[in-house]
């Protein structure tokens, strides 16, 4: 094992200097916030990154919108914010978490943390239909519909797994994706004190399952893993596809003080899960239910995980595009480690292990090892181009490096601003990778855009890494936070324009004529409708304390032209899109006048698209 | 009064073209998103609106964020989005409305409805101090200050008044800004039948008083209008100093279909406010308390309020930089009207009145307008350059059209994408508006970027005014919905880095020392610290049902580390920023195991920021 030996001092530097701000790392002392770059290079970036006016981008980045809960979606090379998809926090914007059925998506949440989106994929390549997101604050998956832009489902919170970081990345043909978790904690939902933590408390990986026509999620099965804490996955693709990948720290079983006790071990683990065994363990009955899921034990049901040593401490691991590598990135080791996956199952198959922990086995790292490359201080993940190339993110080191699959050797380096965590590549997590862009997700923009105050936007780097060496020729602000993101060629995708008329909706209102307002007891259901540039009805009289129900219907069956219908001191907004029908509840126990109006600006007579709520007093 | 002869069948024909979304507009057939730009266009726009990585955009504009409850920040000329700053609505990305301070401010309300926002001025001159904004939805105003910005007063909802849409435009020192009412409703709240709108429902003008030092606002007086519909406002500045001007429609008190019953009579009004007159008059005691509130009857009072008949519908009132004249922007009139505020003064010293409408004289427009300029279909706004130079947008033309005052002639006309509602210029409220550049604020993007589902974001473009004629050199999304935005020179804001180290603060610690858990009864406090990486205390341990205050000091005094702190399953999270202290307060309602960790990306040992609450459940 070759990484063990010398980076046990920079290590110590790396910690001294995380921890005091004082450490000297290339790129960070740029304060001066002009350009370096050379005139003739500036022409370049904008011959290459600006999008004029009219035309489109190229590709589609979604990207995780951190602790908001939601999903950006931003064009490639413009780095432009096209729209905000919420997810796991309201957006009154857009109603989202006001009508009911968004409200019901929620579940009581008003937040989620959006660590990694994921495309689906067929054969491989991402198809269009769907995209997946985690939440690692509730243990929740989430669906977003790529015909609409919409979260068409939140699944969880999921028992028995804490924090899954691990997630989302999906099996090359969407069959599943895991959910590894990052927090330990008692998978049966107990209460167990942290002096317990070695025996009671557990790590899991939850595979979901998706279904083929409509995205919908469910849980499949969880495996029981070591109280440890799990990074990031990916899935085996080619020659491993069967096989899913986590990145493993804290085996220390640290429970204080990680920033210490957790990079004590010389080294951590990639644990390698093969799902396609453990689907037969669940076919051959060899699980425990636990809390409604089917739990697998690795250590009674042998031939699922393995593990294999890692530099401490890795972030990110990633599958090469031909499948044949996995990847692991050091984090607080200057190199990454590419591991030889044909190698890898050789030595499973020869049992040529070092050691069993806590019932599983560790192969031996020394057979599998096909590289370390010392691509430089603090790398967390990688991204692939064709042709073997493959670009690190070096947080400590703000950079990013440019490395070659078979060849092992460090190609070329390029300063990012500042401290990237991860890097995303042009249809980077594909069998095919499409080259030409690269976006450093970077985590401090410190001095790189107007100031705004002690909080800082976080900073998105374009570079394009088409020719041999990588140029820098964009960047942009962006709301926290971006963990991950994927980037898909525009074409792969085809949302619908409108809603489609659906006849079939009893809730659904299509002409003026069937607009009524129905009363059974102190229950109050209008049937309305929104149309450039009036509402039906425009008067609602309802009496003080009344449940009221309205279902809008906007039958402007016209691109773009959205409606919302916010209601003045009853903190209600919500929208329909064309060909929507959306429903809004509450009680009016207000008395008074209430105006309701437009909030989506429709048309020249928006302003004039307004109606009133009358609240009768009680007597 | 030249425009009532002739603009009726063309409103005719923009009504039945809005309603039916088949009128033919020019620059709307285009589908085909090509630009349509020459190469030497092209060009020309990438070198004037590229800012290269590493450079700083020239100017911050502040955006509303309409129904989204937020502000924008801007940069111009790359139209990246630098920030999104929370005011109404909630923001887990930030922690805002989820931590004691901003959960206070934001008083119940889960979303507002930001129209304009207005930059604090001394002598005309935005200085960088302080925005407000309005919320047409719960009748409030908000500050922002620009050290921070934070959001650090939201003021109402304010009694009597109903949906501020007319709001937020400051008077040249910052004085006041006046918030009119869009809907009218029974300013004594009560209920009251739409039968009664003639009699009971009534409009008003809130005036809000600033303190220079702080921002601060107060409401100082209001004005009882009669029951019509007040759109825009603006402050005069130079000779008009002291007045306010408002657009007024539906001065027809239509109550049903108001896009057809509130566009029958041929004019509505502009309504100009002595504001001076108005703290004179309550200096003498000549206004009623109304809910707490004191309430001017300009029937009662005259000397205040005075009308002057404007081209139906108008939508935005602008006073030129010079002050000498006031702009009614038509919106169902293919002109704009330039009245003279000499002239209207001379009126009024003259008692030139054509009529008295509920008590208050109406000016005799013919005695006071400067010129009617046929700018073109749907005139919306108008924003100015230097020497004369006036920018309005056109709605259902989908253009701007460049005129000159004092000339009073269309100089040029730009396309743009799609249906502008407001545009906003280079320091264009101004007493010395900038020039160089004007963006429009679109309210419909169709086929300018990257389909998105039924709803297509906004669409912004930049417009090069600093030749003679209009160059579109930018354009980018942005989510819903900006309704007006200023721009300001850069070097006019100081933002500051970190928040100064309050030693004074008995909830904040600076040192780990002095980190404590302070248990009363069943109510516990901790007193704890985040600092890269990790949180003092990293264990707490509570019992089911007790009342936890958490008090969280972010001692990292370093540029651009803020630390987040969110607890899984407890739907919490909200930010330290370097310097500052927040509080949280939950009930440990569940017990069990639930992990907390650093939300906000801080460090390369950021994944080991986390800490365990435990919640001993009861027995």
């Not at 990484?3 to 701000?21: A, N, S």
């Not at 004029?52 to 602790?67: A, N, R, T, V």
């Not at 690795?298 to 393995?306: F, L, S, T």
């Not at 691509?375 to 993110?393: E, I, K, R, S, W």
Request: aromatic share 10%; with cysteine; net charge negative.
């Amino acid at each position: 094992m070759k990484f063990g030996k010398w980076y046990v001092p920079m290590i110590i530097g790396i910690i001294v200097g995380m921890v005091t701000g004082n450490i000297f790392i290339p790129g960070i002392s740029n304060q001066g916030s002009q350009s370096t770059m050379t005139s003739t290079q500036i022409s370049a970036a904008q011959n290459k990154a600006f999008v004029p006016p009219g035309e489109h981008d190229e590709y589609y980045m979604f990207s995780s919108g951190g602790h908001s809960g939601q999903v950006f979606v931003i064009g490639v090379p413009s780095l432009r914010r096209i729209r905000t998809i919420p997810v796991f926090s309201p957006d009154s914007a857009t109603g989202y978490g006001y009508d009911e059925r968004t409200k019901e998506l929620m579940g009581g949440f008003t937040w989620g943390d959006v660590h990694h989106p994921s495309l689906s994929e067929t054969n491989g390549e991402y198809d269009g239909r769907f995209l997946f997101v985690n939440d690692n604050a509730n243990n929740r998956a989430a669906m977003v519909n790529l015909k609409t832009f919409h979260t068409e489902q939140i699944l969880g919170p999921i028992p028995n797994i804490m924090g899954p970081h691990s997630a989302v990345f999906v099996t090359p043909n969407t069959e599943y994706f895991m959910m590894g978790t990052r927090f330990s904690a008692p998978m049966d939902g107990s209460y167990q004190t942290l002096d317990k933590y070695s025996e009671a408390y557990d790590g899991a990986l939850q595979a979901i399952s998706v279904d083929q026509e409509t995205g919908h999620m469910t849980p499949a099965w969880q495996l029981k893993l070591p109280p440890w804490n799990y990074d990031l996955s990916d899935a085996g693709k080619g020659p491993s596809d069967g096989w899913a990948f986590l990145t493993t720290y804290n085996s220390e079983e640290a429970t204080h003080l990680l920033e210490v006790n957790a990079s004590k071990n010389e080294t951590d683990y990639i644990t390698a899960i093969n799902w396609k065994a453990a689907e037969k363990a669940i076919e051959e009955g060899k699980f425990e239910e636990l809390n409604g899921q089917k739990v697998i034990d690795p250590a009674k049901v042998p031939g699922i995980v393995y593990l294999v040593a890692a530099a401490k401490s890795p972030h990110g691991v990633d599958v090469s595009p031909d499948g044949k590598y996995f990847i692991g990135n050091g984090k607080l080791s200057p190199n990454i480690t590419a591991y030889d996956f044909e190698k890898f199952i050789q030595a499973i198959e020869a049992e040529d292990f070092t050691e069993e922990v806590r019932g599983i086995p560790v192969v031996n790292y020394d057979s599998v090892v096909a590289a370390e490359v010392e691509v430089g201080l603090g790398p967390l993940h990688t991204q692939f181009g064709p042709d073997g190339d493959a670009y690190t993110t070096l947080f400590v080191e703000s950079a990013v490096a440019k490395w070659k699959l078979g060849e092992w050797t460090v190609l070329d380096k390029e300063t990012v601003h500042y401290s990237p965590g991860h890097g995303t590549a042009a249809e980077g997590d594909t069998v095919s990778p499409d080259g030409k862009y690269f976006v450093a997700l970077n985590k401090l923009a410190k001095d790189r855009h107007l100031p705004v105050g002690p909080s800082h936007p976080e900073n998105m780097q374009l570079i394009d890494i088409s020719g041999e060496q990588m140029e820098l020729i964009n960047e942009a602000p962006i709301d926290p936070e971006p963990h991950y993101a994927q980037i898909v060629k525009a074409d792969k995708l085809s949302p619908v324009k409108i809603y489609e008329k659906d006849e079939s909706n009893p809730l659904a209102v299509w002409s003026e004529e069937d607009v009524r307002v129905e009363r059974d007891g102190n229950n109050v259901t209008v049937y309305g409708v929104a149309l450039r540039s009036r509402f039906y009805p425009d008067e609602i009289q309802v009496n003080e304390g009344d449940n009221v129900t309205i279902h809008l219907t906007n039958i402007d069956l016209d691109q773009d032209i959205t409606h919302g219908f916010g209601i003045n001191l009853y903190d209600i907004n919500f929208e329909v899109q064309p060909g929507q029908t959306n429903t809004i509840k509450f009680t009016a126990d207000k008395p008074g006048v209430f105006p309701y109006y437009c909030t989506n600006f429709c048309s020249a007579l928006h302003q004039e698209m307004q109606g009133y709520l009358l609240v009768k007093p009680k007597q």
